[in-house]
Nanobody, 121 residues
Framework: QVQLVESGGGLVQPGGSLRLSCAAS????????MGWYRQAPGKQRELVAT???????NYADSVKGRFTVSRDNAKTTVYLQMNSLKPEDTAVYYC???????????????WGHGTRVTVSS
């Protein structure tokens, strides 16, 4: 029905940059808030950044000034530009959409399968 597919994870040195992408597939009419959460080993999943359809961002304090969330014009792809990466940013990053209106109904709280980001020298 709806799939959120992430890409762009990998291994990067401290201070480096990565750009994550998440594309929603399916016959989609509208997506509400999209964004990113992450889960580090042994920790709970936490908010990283989200972006409303109108362009209002919400960032975790730990990533403000380093990460930038954006969406494409169709509002079905969300990106996360991560700069000045730190070892503590190491986690699996999950794409999230709070509401996806499709041709067969509405999906709420949609998640991707995750992409791993490792920050290490």
């Amino acid at each position: 029905q709806v799939q959120l597919v992430e890409s762009g994870g990998g291994l990067v040195q401290p201070g480096g940059s990565l750009r994550l992408s998440c594309a929603a597939s399916g016959t989609i009419f509208r997506i509400g808030v999209m964004g990113w959460y992450r889960q580090a080993p042994g920790k709970q999943r936490e908010l990283v950044a989200t972006l409303s359809p109108g362009g209002t961002p919400n960032y975790a304090d730990s990533v403000k000034g380093r990460f930038t969330v954006s969406r494409d014009n169709a509002k079905t792809t969300v990106y996360l530009q991560m700069n000045s990466l730190k070892p503590e940013d190491t986690a699996v990053y999950y794409c999230y959409a709070d509401r996806v209106d499709t041709n067969v109904g509405t999906v709420t709280d949609a998640w991707g399968h995750g992409t791993r980001v490792t920050v290490s020298s």
